[in-house]
């Protein structure tokens, strides 16, 4: 690598990334390494110039984590020395890339401080607090001050990003910087704006079909996070569609929902092209109805928005792992 990599970036999401590249300038993007995970496509991978992939599902390293540890030793100072020396942002769920650095943690999502307390990863992390020192000690050298600290909440995280103010006590020691993302968008030049077009692939068409429909139903990962089975899940969106109309609804799929929905409803639209909704939202797309299980995406079109809230209707232990329960409880941690 000829030039010098002064940044680096962990989105580990689309969300993380598309607020890594409202906030940044264009010159510094392009001048950025990223590390990409299965959570971002790969034809989106491939419009960094600087990036490399880790294959968590078929890389024997990824199979155990006392030798991910010790490959990760190795292959930072043979084949990412850069790390070392570079302004390091995203999301902190790389320990074994991050041990003994300093990042600037990205928020996951809307007021995802206060989703991730209701959410099995906070239990595990308190968990964790909780084990004698002696424990606590052995995997804090074994596998770094990141591993189990994820959210924000490690120490070595010295900077945190978000959409709005955060008031947490673990956040006390920590510097936080708020980012109007609806601001980013508008405040960039033309140059910018068309760069981030072209990384999502965003087309006038594309444009066209968002508007094209009355309701849009903001589908979520349930079955690939073990919420719930595939055929509950489709039977979530089933009656959503029953109520609103085929003919009235664009499905917008979340890029690890890999249902066909348009195999199973073939009068609606179905939109699988893997853009964060919170972008559409920031350009000006709105819609007379919003459906959604629990997804904090639904708040990115304002809080007055006609939002229908499917979570406090649904009943299934685990639906709350990913989001709050009312849409009452979501406006006042949106604010």
């Keep these: 690598m000829k030039k010098k990599i002064n940044r680096v970036c962990m989105p580990c999401s689309m969300y993380c990334l598309t607020f ?8 510094e993007i392009l001048n950025t390494f990223f590390f990409m995970a299965p959570t971002i496509p790969s034809n989106l991978r491939k419009k960094f110039k600087y990036y490399t992939y880790l294959d968590f599902d078929n890389s024997i390293f990824f199979k155990n984590k006392y030798l991910l540890s ?16 570079s302004e390091i942002y995203g999301l902190d769920f790389y320990w074994f890339l991050l041990r003994g650095l300093k990042m600037n943690y990205i928020e996951d999502a809307p007021f995802v401080f206060d989703i991730w307390e209701t959410s099995t990863l906070y239990k595990n992390w308190q968990a964790y607090k909780k084990e004698n020192i002696i424990k606590r000690t052995a995997k804090k050298i074994i596998f770094g001050e990141y591993y189990l600290n994820y959210v924000g909440t490690s120490s070595g995280v010295k900077k945190i990003f978000a959409s709005s103010p955060v008031s947490k006590s673990y956040y006390e020691n920590k510097q936080i910087e708020i980012v109007n993302l609806r601001d980013a968008w508008y405040n960039s030049d033309q140059e910018k704006k068309n760069y981030i077009l072209s990384v999502f692939d965003i087309t006038n068409n594309d444009l066209y079909q968002m508007k094209s ?4 139903i903001l589908t979520q990962p349930m079955y690939a996070d073990s919420i719930m089975s595939k055929e509950e899940q489709i039977d979530v969106y089933r009656q959503m569609i029953k109520k609103y109309g085929e003919h009235n609804c664009i499905i917008k799929s979340h890029p690890r929902d890999l249902i066909d929905y348009q195999s199973i409803f073939p009068d609606t639209l179905c939109f699988n092209k893997a853009i964060p909704m919170q972008l559409f939202a ?25 939002i229908d809230w499917w979570a406090e209707v649904l009943d299934y232990p685990r639906i709350t792992d990913s989001g709050v329960k009312t849409l009452k409880e979501a406006k006042e941690l949106f604010k």
């Design 20 to 27: 890594y590249l409202l906030m940044t300038p264009k010159d």
């Design 282 to 306: 920031i350009m000006g797309i709105s819609f007379k109805k919003i459906a959604t299980v629990n997804s904090s995406a639904a708040l990115s079109f304002g809080k007055d928005a006609n």
């Design 70 to 85: 010790l490959y990760m030793l190795i292959k930072r100072k043979v084949s990412w020395k850069f790390l070392f020396s």
């Design 213 to 216: 429909r009355d309701t849009i």
